[in-house]
C-alpha cells in the first residue's frame, strides 16, 4: 500500500540488515481510493499512523489527539 520504500522516503533504510535494493518497486497507492468510506481527516490520521520511517511516524498520544477523533 505505501509501495517500496527507498532511500529518499527514508534516510538510512539502506543501512538496515534486511534492505535490498533488488526489492520488487511498487508504488504508492492513495488511501482514499482504497478506503472512500473514511473522510479527508480519516485519511490524513491513517497516513500518519502507517508512515514507513519510525522517526515521522505519529504516536500514539498525538493520534488520540487528532481531528478525527474529536467528537465535539
Known amino acids: 500500500m505505501l509501495g517500496t ?3 529518499k522516503m527514508w534516510a538510512g533504510i539502506e543501512k538496515l ?3 535490498k535494493a533488488s526489492f520488487p518497486k511498487w ?3 492513495t488511501l ?3 478506503l ?3 473522510s479527508e481527516k480519516g485519511i490524513e490520521l ?3 499512523m502507517i508512515e514507513l ?3 515521522n511516524r505519529i504516536s500514539a498520544q498525538e493520534a488520540l489527539s487528532h481531528d478525527y477523533l474529536r467528537f465535539v
Open 5 to 7: 520504500p527507498t532511500p
Open 17 to 19: 540488515p534486511d534492505f
Open 46 to 48: 491513517l497516513e500518519k
Open 53 to 55: 520511517n519510525p522517526e
Open 27 to 29: 508504488k504508492k497507492q
Open 36 to 38: 472512500p468510506q473514511i
Open 32 to 34: 482514499g481510493s482504497l
